[in-house]
């Protein structure tokens, strides 16, 4: 059974910081793409960071140079490091893990962790 399991959301001050953390369980870890995505409330879910098996990094463009996504494949974990956080970055986070295998895309959700920047 896949699973992915969000921690780390919380209430913050805008300009403070917070690390989101993802645990994986029943995947092929280190061949997925992982991604985080975020839904503010009223809004569509919008895709924030990516990261291939490989390392290589997306950003979306207003979190760009704030927003950091890291993996660690020996810890079936993924991270985000958000720093000089904004209140529009109030959303609930989602772990998104994700490939292709013989043409089927394979995509897994995790249930999400709310993140509140406010003074």
């Known amino acids: 059974q896949v699973q992915l399991v969000e921690s780390g959301g919380d209430l913050v001050q805008p300009g403070g910081s917070l690390r989101l953390s993802c645990a994986a369980s029943?995947?092929?870890?280190?061949?997925?793409?992982m991604a985080w995505y975020r839904q503010a409330p009223g809004k569509q879910r919008e895709l924030v960071a990516v990261?291939?098996?490989?390392?290589?990094?997306m950003y979306a463009d207003s979190v760009k140079g704030r927003f950091t996504i890291s993996r660690e494949n020996s810890k079936n974990m993924v991270y985000l490091q958000m720093t000089s956080l904004k209140p529009e970055d109030t959303a609930v986070y989602y772990c998104?893990?994700?490939?292709?295998?013989?043409?089927?895309?394979?995509?897994?959700w995790g249930r999400g962790t709310q993140v509140t920047v406010s003074s």
């Open positions: 029943g995947i092929f870890f280190s061949i997925y793409t």
């Open positions: 990261i291939t098996g490989g390392g290589s990094t």
């Open positions: 998104n893990g994700q490939r292709v295998e013989f043409g089927t895309r394979l995509e897994y």
